[in-house]
């Protein structure tokens, strides 16, 4: 059986070098997010590689469309190997200039969604086992006020995380963090080693819950 992958929140960031790092091993990878045209340009770009890609539309905050989706990429690759999350709303704003309705969404996307992701990745592997990855970010272990629902999102989501290894390992289902603590652009060195982390996590069975990358972005000196 191929291995495969659906990245949710597909972006040109993480989202495409995580395609390429593991389209380029021969995994198939299940592309979903919310903008059909996004979708689109990935999946063209990644086919013009020569790589195997499909895309879903789907919203993670919807947590009956993200099932339906995690079941037709399962059905669409012949069984799912890991499921990456990956969406996020990167705001530039402190929480007290932020309206209701914003700190609502954020929250939406940052956070429930990431537990929509889990919750039904689990539910989907069951007894058979499999791996979650998350993206995470260097903002939830050093917080900064003007990226007040971003920080809050990441923190949330490692917190999970390292809750989970334990007891979803006895059930062999590996959940993982990569936090990301540096800029990453669309095509950047920064995007494809950030990938190259989120592939060990997926593939060295050894590796534990948390990746950093920069590997010494939180030492002194």
């Given amino acids: 059986m191929t291995n495969s992958i659906m990245i949710i929140g597909a972006g040109p960031g993480i989202g495409q070098a995580v395609a390429e790092r593991f389209g380029r091993d021969g995994w198939h990878v299940v592309l979903t997010a919310r903008n059909a045209d996004r979708l689109a340009d990935m999946s063209a770009a990644l086919s013009g590689q020569g790589l195997n890609a499909s895309t ?45 309705d914003e700190v609502t969404n954020d ?33 939830a272990v050093s917080p900064h006020a003007g990226y007040a629902s971003l920080g809050l999102g990441k923190a949330a989501l490692r917190n999970v995380v390292e809750g989970l290894a334990g007891p979803l390992a006895e059930r062999g289902i ?19 080693e950030a990938a190259d982390t989120i592939w060990t996590l997926a593939t ?18």
């Avoid at 530039?92 to 200039?97: A, K, P, R």
């Fill in 174 to 192: 590996r959940i993982a963090v990569a936090t990301i603590a540096t800029i990453v652009g669309p095509g950047s060195t920064e995007a494809r």
């Fill in 56 to 100: 879903l539309q789907a919203d993670a905050t919807d947590p009956v469309a993200l099932r339906k989706a995690l079941a037709e990429a399962n059905r669409i690759t012949g069984g799912l190997t890991a499921v990456h999350f990956n969406a996020a709303v990167v705001r530039e704003q402190d929480l007290f200039s932020m309206s209701d």
């Fill in 107 to 139: 929250l939406a996307i940052n956070v429930a969604a990431g537990l929509h992701t889990i919750r039904a990745s689990v539910e989907l592997f069951g007894a058979r086992g499999g791996t979650i990855l998350v993206t995470g970010g260097g903002l």
């Fill in 204 to 221: 060295d069975p050894t590796a534990g819950w948390e990746s950093v990358y920069p590997a010494n972005a939180f030492k002194g000196g």
